[in-house]
């Protein structure tokens, strides 16, 4: 009984040691999780529960879920919502889309694929700012775009200043400066494909399109759930170029207004750092929404 007793003892003692060794092997983890993560999320929820007083000092003043109720009589904040969204639902599938055909065509052996890799990922590897201007020059009326349209015969147009087409500008600038990123991704997935399924259904008489549709899609599922999920999340913090687009302002028409936008007028013009603080939580939470649901549903299928 004696011995069991010293042994229990022992044993308990070093399952303590043990964790304690854990904790302080993790504490710099933790200390950099709860310095810039935990910590900035709670003052966010105490910024959004109280109104911030920024000039002549800071002072709060706790309102409760006022600024919360605002979001839903706030008409710029739909507006900015409705944008973020058209922009999520045509960039993300666009981008996951070219991405995967970018890769298929690199995997099947072209001639000077490693050159095409380089030429296809430039534009990820490019300051986004550099990319915006790039794209400005080319939309602007005195620009290349329109310079072309004049040389075939066809009219200008004013790209930047129409309310219907600023948002596609963006839209297709940031489709074919991602998608190569994502394209890298696809490309090593389907380099781990084992090439015994492909020989295996060629004897069973399978062209391309049914390999390419009953193995390679299949078994990409898992990195095609992660490409969307990181593209959803990237797509609607949109921010730099829609702010170099319309000078900070959303415009024209607050047509590239967007969420992260506007969250930033809140702060920096307005100084409303504590209903800017709710439009983030509300950001959050369409975020997760939306990624639990693409979870939900690539599990199920």
């Known amino acids: 009984m004696v011995l069991r007793i010293r042994r229990w003892r022992n044993n308990h003692r070093r399952n303590i ?16 999780l709860g310095t810039f993560v935990v910590l900035p999320i709670l003052y966010s ?22 600024n919360f109720q605002r979001l839903v009589d706030d008409q710029l904040v739909w507006i900015a919502l409705r944008n973020t969204a058209e922009y999520v639902v045509i960039v993300v599938p666009s981008q996951t889309i070219l991405a995967l055909i970018l890769a298929v065509t690199l995997n099947a052996g072209i001639r000077g694929k490693n ?11 490019t300051s986004s700012a550099v990319l915006t201007l790039i794209f400005m020059w080319i939309y602007n009326t005195d620009g290349l775009l329109n310079d072309f349209l004049a ?110 936008l506007l969250i930033y007028q809140m702060v920096f013009r307005y100084l409303q750092m504590g209903y800017a603080a709710a439009i983030a939580f509300l950001l959050a939470v369409v975020i997760i929404a939306i990624t639990l649901i693409q979870r939900r549903v690539f599990a199920g299928e």
């Open 151 to 260: 040389f075939v015969g066809l009219p200008t147009y004013n790209w930047l200043g129409d309310p219907a087409v600023a948002l596609k500008g963006i839209m297709l600038m940031n489709i074919w400066s991602t998608a190569p990123f994502y394209m890298v991704i696809y490309l090593a997935a389907l380099q781990d494909i084992p090439a015994k399924l492909y020989e295996a259904a060629e004897l069973d008489g399978a062209n391309w399109w049914q390999k390419f549709i009953y193995i390679t899609i299949p078994l990409l599922k898992p990195v095609t759930f992660f490409v969307i999920a990181v593209g959803v999340i990237g797509t609607f913090q949109l921010f730099d170029q829609s702010y170099i687009f319309s000078g900070g302002t959303g415009g024209p028409n607050n047509a590239t207004l967007t969420v992260v």
């Open 45 to 66: 929820v105490f910024l959004s529960l109280n109104k911030v007083q920024l000039l002549g000092g800071v002072a709060y003043q706790f309102i409760g879920l006022r």
């Open 17 to 32: 040691t043990d964790s304690l060794f854990g904790y302080v092997f993790m504490m710099p983890t933790l200390l950099v």
């Open 115 to 125: 050159w095409w890799r380089i030429l296809y990922f430039l534009p990820t590897v």
